[in-house]
């Protein structure tokens, strides 16, 4: 009985990352094209009897290539500019705005630009050792007045959990690692379970 209970327990262990991996990435794919599809029709650019199943996401990686192209013109640049400052004068909107637009500028966008929290680090707190990521180079100029000149900050995800802290430290306190932003992200999100480096597999 203790045997069927183990091999039943190691196929869930198995098969459960699997099934909830693939749930959630049809679950994000559903409710994109359900979004685009109600957009399309709307708008009345498609009639629904015209209406095939991936006309929206289509639609949207479309519309994605040429904003893309857009702005990767100078006078795209230049709106997007003032439509960044326009924005920035809202109270409220600009707060949101502001932290959304910070947080999806760290997604690669193939610029060239280098991202920061590609830069994984070890953090030293006394004894204590923690895997942070740097998000910029340095520190707001209010830290200045409290030694700051030589700062970074660094950013610590929370484990099991869509959160983190962030945390602005002397550069003297945090030292490269040499691991890549996935298996570091793993690694602490995991709580440590998942060994850096390691390939997913059977147990």
Sequence with gaps: MR???NLTMRGLVTVLPVALTVSVIWWAIRSLELMLRHVLIGLDIVSPAH???GLGLLAGFLMLLIVGGLVNAYAGRLVLRYWDDFLGRIPFVKTLYGGFRDVVSLL???SGDKRDLQRVVLA?????????FVTREDVPVALNAHGGHD????YFPMSYAFGGYTVYLPRNLVEPLEISVEDAMRLAITAGLTAAGSHTGTP
């Design 3 to 5: 045997t069927i209970f």
């Design 51 to 53: 209406y095939w199943p």
């Design 108 to 110: 690669p966008s193939g």
């Design 124 to 132: 030293r707190f006394g004894e204590v050792r923690a895997i942070g």
């Design 151 to 154: 700062w970074v900050t660094v």
